[in-house]
């Protein structure tokens, strides 16, 4: 039989037992009338530019096939392949010998033509002389005057040829017309060249540089519609940033020069030339590029992060609104692009209303919630 002191112990047992299921039914309780905690924002107008990606590739502003005009035999190449060339540099030089001798024959010819052309003026003078002394016939004077002219014509003749000659001579030093980055050499020392065969070299002009992108037909008609409704503006003059295919964006800016005036018809999409500054050469003809393009400028837009968007089961946008009393309230919106990670909303969220970004499966009907500031850099790095 159990004696007095092990009763007493049982008893006091039963009893902190009982004391401790009792605080922890209280602390759960507790727990269970908690204000779920949510993050929200305020939604705030702002004046937001959309952009468009466009995916395009590089090209020169001036290509320049470098051919020789006169034919010959390579005797110097006098640049360095990949080089920076001047506008007028020499770039081959042609044996010269067989244009410098026919310069020569043709200086000779002119010199010769020069004398006959001083003896008929000579005998030009003569006969208008003797014509005026009515002491020769007058057939004569007119062979006198026709000889002059003749020796005239032979020495225009002959200087014309001279100076073809010497332009030939020139050619034989083959020179790049524009400024710009050559190729490799095409030819080499030894080769024997004709004229209008095929380049020695190509010379392309890369300080500034072309990006041709497409544009869908239906986003530029899209845009145009906002811009006469009054929702958004037209950009202007803002810049294009280029980006690599990566996403990278490259030193340089852009410009839109213009947009073809006929779509195309097997894509439907309209093609945009931008000029784009390209000092250092870091775009090089060929490569792929990414165009952002300004589409628009939304003035008194809202945006809300893409955090704060859940879908219903039709798959319409929704977010929780929190009600003055801290409740919230599940709302549908209507979204426009996308801008960062935030979407812009174009209807159903007016400025001034706060809406809950992270925590919004909390938000039961009637329920209270506890707000707290949302912070967008935070979470944008962390996504």
């Known amino acids: 039989m159990p004696n007095k002191t092990t009763v007493l112990i049982a008893v006091f047992t039963a009893a902190l037992l009982l004391a401790g299921c009792k605080e922890q039914s209280e602390t759960a309780a507790d727990q269970a009338t908690e204000a779920p905690t949510v993050s929200v924002v305020t939604a705030e107008a702002e004046t937001v530019t959309v952009y468009d990606d466009l995916a395009g590739r590089i090209s020169a502003d001036r290509t320049v096939e470098i051919r020789p005009q006169v034919g010959g035999i390579i005797l110097r190449r006098l640049f360095d392949e990949g080089a920076e060339v001047e506008a007028g540099q020499v770039l081959f030089k042609i044996d010269p010998a067989t244009f410098e001798a026919d310069v020569a ?3 000779a010819v002119l010199t010769r ?22 002491a020769s016939p007058e057939s004569a004077t007119e062979d006198a005057i026709a000889a002059l002219a003749q020796a005239k014509a032979n020495v225009a003749q002959a200087q014309a040829n001279l100076d073809r000659r010497r332009l030939e001579l020139s050619h034989a030093a083959v020179r790049s017309p524009i400024k710009g980055r050559i190729g490799a050499a095409l030819v080499n020392e030894g080769a024997l060249v004709t004229s ?16 041709d992108v497409q544009q869908p037909l239906s986003v530029r008609e899209s845009l145009n519609a906002l811009i006469a409704s009054g929702t958004a503006a037209d950009p202007g003059d803002l810049p294009v940033e280029i980006l690599s295919p990566l996403g990278t964006p490259y030193p340089v800016s852009g410009r839109i020069m213009f947009a073809n005036s006929a779509v195309d018809r097997g894509t439907g999409n309209i093609g945009i030339r931008i000029e784009i500054t390209n000092p250092d050469g870091v775009l090089l003809p060929g490569m792929f590029i990414r165009a952002r393009l300004p589409r628009a400028t939304y003035n008194g837009a809202v945006l809300v992060p893409q955090a704060a968007v859940r879908r219903d089961a039709t798959g319409h946008a929704q977010i929780v609104v929190l009600n003055e009393d801290r409740t919230g309230s599940l709302r549908r919106i209507e979204l426009g692009p996308l801008v960062g990670h935030r979407y812009l909303v174009t209807a159903g969220l007016t400025a001034g209303e706060t809406f809950v970004v992270l925590g919004g499966d909390r938000a039961a009907e009637g329920v209270v919630l506890t707000p707290i500031p949302y912070r967008q850099e935070t979470a944008e790095a962390a996504h």
């Open 105 to 107: 024959a043709a200086e």
């Open 113 to 134: 033509t020069n004398a006959e052309l001083i003896n008929a003026e000579a005998k030009h003078t003569r006969a208008l002389a003797l014509s005026r002394a009515r």
């Open 196 to 211: 209008g065969a095929g380049p020695l070299a190509i010379v392309q002009q890369i300080d500034v540089v072309y990006a």
